[in-house]
């Protein structure tokens, strides 16, 4: 394996320098070629950027950069990315010149350069961008008031300003901002000066640190500001004016200092950037940006209109923990090319749940991974597009396409059972000193691994090939047998994910035996094992207690899908409520939950254990984790059209989840979580009807509060179920609540109406590229057109999609066929919608690799869920 690797890197090495003696011409589009990267980076380096903005509200922004920068080679043409912009003027080395620009990048002529130093400025005027990226614009619906941000992962730099746009190609940053009088700014350093000028004022920032283009950021808008200064580092967080009642400021600024005394600590080496911002933004295309010292984080993740449950605080508190990691991981330290993404956010996931539960009041936080972002890792490892972690990226048009569970959870659990694997003190090590080596610089997964071997004097090569470079996950099983009551023999059996992904790997987890006794059950053994290859004999386990119930991943240290053996399956159905341990009890709910998506447990068995069961459950985390599994099997039997089971099994459901929100009045989170269940399963007459009256205040909830976001969830459902009224309900409440949050919950009820002409205007509006509609409002619209339950609804345009996804792909651009293919590409559950996929697929060859795996994902989970409803005994 490290001489593929040394080979794989000569041969990337060779072909940079061969680009750089005679480089092809850049492609004229608008994205960045790995190969044109390299080409670059090989002549440049040293790069230093000033940069000056004239900020107004208005529309349109205007910006001068000057760029110098060192180039060995001066006898080929050099460009600089800027995307959509109108240039007033372009100055090479002194020399006014006449700009050679495509509106995707400019190119500088060879005789215009020098071998040395250069410097280029550049006058431009922008319009702000609408969908998220670049320096996007928005103006508050409430007051009027404009607020702009910058987002640039993974390559939108260019979108606001004249860069290099390419992560190795690191530069510092120097900026001025003139804005309207009532405006802050926020950037990676603080200001020196804010002067007052004609109509506004004028803010001063030093020279940043070097930076990789898109870790850098500038905000601006009339936000309001918090401070906190009872940390090592000042500490600020912004917000829109119209929003801040619903922002708890001591909740973040504790997370934040908590997460920077951990990282601190764990890392050995201080906080590099001096101050550390939050912004809450509209509109936000993610869930938050590791922006070096000024993160952005979405505000429809993390803005409530009452108290934050146990569970919003935790979601915040550890996406405050996974950028937080990224200062370090990912800013100080940057991948070469968008190929090593994969690692800063996987180890921002790993580096962000440890520190969640280290720092925090959330000890359970590897609890929450497991049944979140573990299970999602999971579900895409199994599917036809499955990937390795790292894999290769073209251009910076496919950065994006492998952002998914893989590269976050996959990766993340990778992490974690490698720290495992090594000892969790050389883990650290190897990290330290990895972060010390290539801090202010660019590394590859070499580098990082190479640094980790290095502390545990342990070659990591074949390691690395298992995990990193091949794709699919394994199976584990207990294979043992009893005599006279004690285990006579013991193995650990490992299977492949596929004949297609035959990897079998190596890592270490723990085998529990357990017992069942008057208590329930009872761990009688445990044994940590190191495993590789098909069959590894456990010879420790020989003599134990023949056991009730085996599980080979207890505590969850390893990567990999746990299939029972028969007793063991039984003994977990049977003994869900007897089992003490929350952990344990959400693998075994897991087990039975995997079973129904591999269609080998009746999803009616499925929902007859969860009415069993789930009203006791008392653990706060996998309450969560149930309720999630019971909507998700509530959105199969939707697709799969009107029964008599799905009448009488989703009244169950509503009454369970009805009775235990009435039983929960003492404890609002639970209260809430139950009551989150009911709006999400709530669909017979009488359960909406319940509603209406909650909504109108007919009937009262004791200790349920109704909040203007219950309000709108309320409304949203009842809209979606056409229930009498409800339109005028909608209208009236939209008439009230003016907010941004507002009017997308009103879209999202709009658009969910069971109505065909409806259904037909929302999409001729999201097929239109030039609406003024924001993207945020367009991608609400997307997500909540077509419900499960709306099937012959979806039917009536679902062949029109198919026919323009071909055109559509082409036009649209990443960012919107990123949220279309999932929402809108039509999916019904039944072999014909299989089919009618199947020939999608092959009719459009020529689709972005993006666009092709949505494609794709929809037709093999529309095939499951036909093959779910096969296995129904009720049908």
């Given at each position: ?267 050995g080496i201080p906080y590099q950037f001096e101050k550390y911002d939050q912004l809450l933004v509209p509109d936000f295309l993610y869930g938050a940006m590791e922006n070096a010292a000024a993160i952005t984080f979405a505000e429809g993740r993390f803005l409530h209109k009452e108290e934050m449950t146990a569970a919003q605080k935790q979601s915040l508190a550890g996406v405050i923990m996974h950028e937080m990691a990224h200062q ?138 298992q995990w990193l470079y091949e794709a699919g996950v394994n199976t584990i099983a207990a294979d043992f047998s009893c005599k006279g009551g004690k285990l006579s023999s013991f193995t650990l059996r490992q299977n492949a994910a596929s004949p297609a992904l035959p990897t079998l ?371």
């Amino acid at each position: 394996m490290k001489k593929y690797l040394i080979a794989a890197a000569v041969a990337l090495s060779a072909g940079a320098v061969h680009a750089a003696s005679t480089p092809a011409p850049r492609a004229e589009n608008a994205y960045l070629s790995q190969q044109d990267a390299a080409a670059r980076a090989a002549r440049v380096s040293n790069v230093d950027y000033t940069l000056d903005f004239a900020l107004t509200g208005k529309e349109a922004f205007s910006g001068t950069t000057t760029v110098s920068f060192d180039l060995t080679d001066a006898s080929q043409a050099l460009t600089i990315d800027l995307d959509k912009a109108t240039i007033t003027s372009l100055v090479v080395n002194g020399k006014a010149v006449t700009p050679q620009y495509n509106q995707w990048f400019i190119t500088l002529a060879a005789q215009d350069l020098k071998a040395g130093r250069n410097t280029v400025t550049i006058a431009y005027t922008r319009l702000h961008s609408t969908n998220g990226e670049g320096l996007h614009r928005m103006v508050d619906p409430v007051d009027g008031r404009v607020y702009t941000y910058s987002h640039f992962e993974p390559a939108a730099a260019h979108q606001m300003f004249p860069v290099f746009d390419q992560p190795d190609l690191k530069g510092t940053y120097q900026i001025t901002v003139s804005t309207p009088a009532d405006w802050v700014v926020s950037s990676t350093t603080r200001e020196t000066s804010v002067q007052d000028i004609d109509g506004g004022k004028r803010w001063t920032f030093p020279r940043s640190k070097k930076l990789s283009p898109y870790n850098f950021s500038l905000h601006a808008g009339p936000y309001k500001v918090w401070e906190d200064n009872s940390g090592k580092y000042p500490m600020r967080l912004f917000a829109r004016q119209s929003v801040a009642a619903q922002v708890s400021p001591q909740d973040w600024f504790r997370y934040t200092r908590q997460g920077l005394g951990f990282f601190d600590q764990y890392f050995g080496i201080p906080y590099q950037f001096e101050k550390y911002d939050q912004l809450l933004v509209p509109d936000f295309l993610y869930g938050a940006m590791e922006n070096a010292a000024a993160i952005t984080f979405a505000e429809g993740r993390f803005l409530h209109k009452e108290e934050m449950t146990a569970a919003q605080k935790q979601s915040l508190a550890g996406v405050i923990m996974h950028e937080m990691a990224h200062q370090w991981f990912g800013d100080l330290v940057t991948m070469k090319w968008w190929n090593g993404l994969w690692l800063n956010e996987s180890f921002a996931s790993f580096m962000g749940t440890l520190a969640t539960a280290e720092a925090t009041e959330f000890t359970n936080a590897w609890q929450g991974f497991y049944s979140g972002g573990k299970q999602a890792a999971y579900v895409q490892d199994q599917r036809v597009t499955t990937h390795a972690i790292e894999t290769p990226v073209a251009s910076t048009a496919n950065a994006f396409d492998n952002i998914d569970a893989i590269t976050y959870s996959k990766g993340a659990s990778t992490l974690k059972q490698l720290r495992h694997l090594l000892g969790e003190e050389v883990f650290r090590q190897g990290v330290h000193n990895y972060l010390v080596k290539y801090q202010y610089r660019n590394a590859t997964l070499d580098d990082f691994i190479g640094s980790l071997g290095e502390a545990a004097q342990r070659d990591l090569s074949g390691w690395t090939k298992q995990w990193l470079y091949e794709a699919g996950v394994n199976t584990i099983a207990a294979d043992f047998s009893c005599k006279g009551g004690k285990l006579s023999s013991f193995t650990l059996r490992q299977n492949a994910a596929s004949p297609a992904l035959p990897t079998l790997r190596e890592q270490r987890v723990q085998i529990a035996l357990f017992q069942q006794g008057a208590q329930g059950l009872a761990l009688s053994k445990n044994v940590a094992v190191t495993y590789q290859g098909a069959v590894t004999a456990v010879p420790e386990l020989q003599g134990a207690a023949c056991p009730d119930l085996v599980y080979p991943n207890y505590q969850d240290w390893g990567f990999a899908q746990v299939q029972l053996d028969k007793k063991s399956f039984a003994t977990a159905r049977a003994s869900l409520s007897k089992v003490e341990d929350p952990l344990l009890r959400s693998m075994l709910w897991q087990s039975l939950w995997d079973s129904v998506r591999a269609a080998k447990l009746p999803l009616n068995d499925f929902l007859g254990t969860v009415l069993a069961n789930a009203p006791a459950e008392k653990d706060y985390t996998l309450l969560g984790d149930i309720v999630d599994k019971m909507r998700a099997a509530q959105g199969y039997l939707d697709a799969m059209g009107p029964s008599a089971y799905r009448t009488k099994v989703g009244a169950q459901l509503e009454q369970m989840a009805f009775a235990a929100t009435q039983a929960a009045s003492a404890d609002k989170n639970f209260q809430r979580r139950w009551f989150g269940a009911y709006l999400n399963l709530a669909s017979s007459p009488a359960a909406l009807k319940q509603l209406a009256d909650i909504l109108d205040g007919k009937l009262v909830v004791p200790g349920l509060n109704v909040s203007q976001d219950v309000r709108w969830e309320i409304i949203g459902r009842l809209n979606r179920y056409a229930y009498p009224g409800s339109a005028a309900l909608l209208a009236a409440e939209q008439g009230r609540d003016k907010s941004d949050s507002g009017q997308q919950a009103a879209i999202a009820a709009a658009a969910g109406r069971p109505d065909a002409k409806v259904k037909a205007e929302w999409l001729a509006t999201i097929a239109d590229l030039q609406t003024t509609l924001p993207f945020s409002r367009v991608r609400t619209a997307m997500n909540s057109l077509y419900p499960a339950e709306q099937g012959a609804l979806n039917e009536l345009s679902a062949a029109q999609r198919l026919d323009s996804l071909g055109q559509l792909d082409k036009t649209a651009g990443p960012v919107y066929m990123r949220a279309y293919g999932p929402a809108l590409i039509p999916a019904t559950c039944t072999p014909a919608s299989v089919q009618r996929l199947e020939t999608a697929i092959v009719k459009f060859p020529d689709l972005s690799d993006g666009t092709k795996r949505s494609l794709s994902v929809t037709k093999q989970e529309d095939e499951r869920c036909v093959a779910i409803k096969k296995v129904m005994t009720i049908f």
